[in-house]
């Protein structure tokens, strides 16, 4: 097991490299410092990353969520799927902190649901944590969201039934896919008439993230 002191050096070098592919003023890069040190402190007690990535954490996770507000620049409302250990949503909250914006962060998972409402809380970030299951959230949504985004939650068939409804009120998605992008938009398309593009990631050349403009059922 690596030393604490490796550990440190290894983030240290992954946080330069993820700043580097998508920088952000020094207000947010402290959020975002604090938050990892919240994440680290829970990640004792509970798997809200897999243990391997925590070395990798900045890049695979951090820079990989803060790409998506690029896709957006001038939303101001948002909503996070599956939020977990808080990727894409608090990183997003946290870029968003000082200035016009919020996210709304569903997990029903009541153990990270309390992981993200105490470092929302502690952090005073734009962030409302709904405890409750995804269908359950938007049935009772009665806003109009801007951006919908889930990582790592579900295939995109899966996907596009959660969050047709937002889209309905005019939402567009962003999701976060790895390499087998093209195999998941031929599955849903059996589904779903869809109107969507991929955009490069720029943490993984081999992932794209799906743009989705609109959805309607087959």
């Known amino acids: 097991m690596a030393s604490n002191a490796v550990i440190a050096l290894d983030l240290a070098r992954d946080r330069a490299r993820a700043l580097e592919l998508v920088p952000v003023s020094r207000e947010t890069a402290t959020k975002l410092d604090d938050f990892i040190s919240c994440l680290l402190k829970w990640q004792r007690k509970m798997n809200l ?4 990535t925590v ?12 790409q998506l507000l690029q896709l957006a620049p001038t939303a101001r409302k948002w909503i996070d799927l599956g939020s977990g250990g808080g990727f894409p ?21 009541a153990k990270k649901a309390a992981f993200l409402r ?3 809380r502690q952090l005073q970030l734009p962030a409302l944590v709904h405890a409750v299951r995804i269908e359950d959230f938007v049935s009772q949504y009665a806003d109009s969201p801007e951006i919908v985004t889930a990582r790592a939650l579900a295939p995109l068939a899966g996907l596009l039934g959660y969050v047709e409804p937002l889209m309905k009120k005019g939402a567009q ?5 790895g390499q087998d992008v093209e195999a998941e938009l031929t ?5 779903w008439k ?3 593009r991929l955009a490069p990631s720029l ?11 609109a959805a309607e059922r087959r």
């Not at 016009?100 to 962060?105: A, C, K, Q």
């Open 49 to 52: 990353i897999a243990p391997s």
């Open 55 to 66: 070395g990798q954490l900045w890049t695979r996770h951090v820079a990989d969520s803060l």
């Open 89 to 109: 949503g608090l990183v997003i909250a946290a870029a968003l902190a000082g200035r016009e914006g919020s996210v709304d962060l569903v997990e029903s998972n």
């Open 118 to 120: 105490e470092t929302a």
């Open 173 to 177: 998605a962003l999701f976060p896919k």
């Open 187 to 191: 599955t849903a398309s059996k589904y």
């Open 194 to 196: 869809i109107e969507a």
């Open 203 to 213: 943490t993984d050349a081999r992932s794209r993230i799906v743009v989705v403009e």
